[in-house]
C-alpha cells in the first residue's frame, strides 16, 4: 500500500521560510485532494490547506493564508507547503494526508491515509 513520506521540517526563527514536501512511497497518491494537517503539542491535529489533484485548485486555512502555499507535482507524485513569514505559533507536526473525497474538506476524517509527520519548530 502507498506511504506518505513528508520531510523538509526543522527548526527556524520567526519571519523565516520552511518548504514540506510529501512523496508517495510504495504506489501512487491515486488522490482526488491532497492536504496538510499540523498538530501542536496539547492541541487537536488541525487543518492547514488542501489542493485537488486534478485542477490544483487550493483551499486555505484563515491562520495560513496569505503565507502558506501548497502546490503539487502530479508527474512526481509529490504536493509542498511552502511557508512563509513564519510565526512561533506555526510550531507543530505537519502531516501530510489523502483524501478520496470532495465533500469533506478540513475535517481529519475526510482523510484515509497519513503521513508520520515531520516537524517544524518557529523559534522568536
Known amino acids: 500500500q502507498v506511504q506518505l513520506v513528508e520531510s523538509g521540517g526543522g527548526l527556524v526563527q520567526a519571519g523565516g521560510s520552511l518548504r514540506l514536501s510529501c512523496v508517495a512511497s510504495?504506489?501512487?497518491?491515486?488522490?482526488?485532494?491532497m492536504a496538510w494537517f499540523r498538530q501542536a503539542p496539547g492541541k487537536e491535529r488541525e487543518f492547514a490547506a488542501r489542493i485537488a489533484w486534478s485542477d490544483g485548485s487550493t483551499l486555505y486555512a484563515d491562520s495560513v493564508k496569505g503565507r502558506f502555499t501548497i502546490s503539487r507535482d502530479n508527474a512526481k507524485d509529490t504536493v509542498y507547503l511552502q511557508m512563509d513569514s513564519l510565526k512561533p505559533e506555526d510550531t507543530a507536526v505537519y502531516y501530510c494526508?489523502?483524501?478520496?473525497?470532495?465533500?469533506?474538506?478540513?475535517?481529519?476524517?475526510?482523510?484515509?491515509?497519513w503521513g508520520l509527520g515531520t516537524q517544524v519548530t518557529v523559534s522568536s
Open positions: 494526508a489523502r483524501s478520496r473525497t470532495a465533500v469533506v474538506l478540513t475535517a481529519v476524517r475526510g482523510y484515509d491515509r
Open positions: 510504495g504506489g501512487t497518491f491515486n488522490a482526488y485532494a
